[in-house]
């Protein structure tokens, strides 16, 4: 088989687990449309506010206004410019078996995954510490689309994931965080789908 008809088949396939429509595809009103003070890091038609953008044309494909990771080489897409604090919406789809997270500040990570434990959590926390371990199991079914709000002031993190709390200003790393760095999109050699990414800083 050709390469490029490979790849062509694999991102068809992953297309049609992430392709929009239905009532369950939906992300609510922020779809296609920043909340106030937002901006959008993802345009729907490249990844120009993203690193490296030419060098990951093989592994980040742009599709029908999503995101999608092939599963094939490449690396984390890391935003062009640093954050301190900040809250950010990210619409977020994995297929069975799919791992992946949010790094922020340039910190790994708020854990996304297709695991019994649900996402949301500071994988990277040290065990028995807040947030480690999401307070509850939040995540919809393999497929379909999922959606989390982050909140980052100094090392104190929040997430909500579909609109439930998971992480409660919980500290990131025993507080040893940069005070400013990358948003970044995790790799885990598994195909993603990404949507609505739209941060706002805080001063």
Request: proline residues 5%; charged residues 25%.
């Amino acid at each position: 088989m050709k390469p490029a008809f490979f790849l062509c088949t694999l991102l068809t396939a992953f297309a049609c687990l992430v392709a929009p429509g239905g009532a369950q595809d939906k992300a609510g009103p922020k779809d296609n449309m920043p909340p106030d003070g937002f901006t959008a890091l993802f345009n729907g038609k490249d990844i120009s506010n993203w690193k490296d953008a030419d060098k990951q044309a093989d592994s980040w494909k742009v599709q029908d206004g999503i995101l999608l990771y092939t599963g094939k080489g490449g690396k984390n897409l890391t935003t062009a410019k640093n954050y301190g604090d900040f809250e950010l919406w990210v619409d977020w789809k994995i297929g069975k078996g799919g791992d992946s997270g949010i790094y922020v500040r340039g910190a790994p990570q708020i854990q996304i995954w297709d695991n019994k434990e649900g996402s949301g959590g500071l994988w990277n926390n040290p065990a028995g510490s807040a947030g480690k371990v999401p307070l509850v199991v939040a995540d919809k079914p393999v497929g379909e689309w999922n959606t989390f709000y982050i909140k980052m002031i100094g090392s104190k993190v929040t997430v909500k994931l579909n609109d439930k709390l998971v992480v409660d200003n919980a500290d990131m790393l025993g507080g040893k965080v940069k005070p400013e760095g990358t948003i970044e999109l995790q790799i885990h050699g598994n195909p993603l789908a990404f949507k609505n990414v739209y941060v706002k800083e805080l001063k």
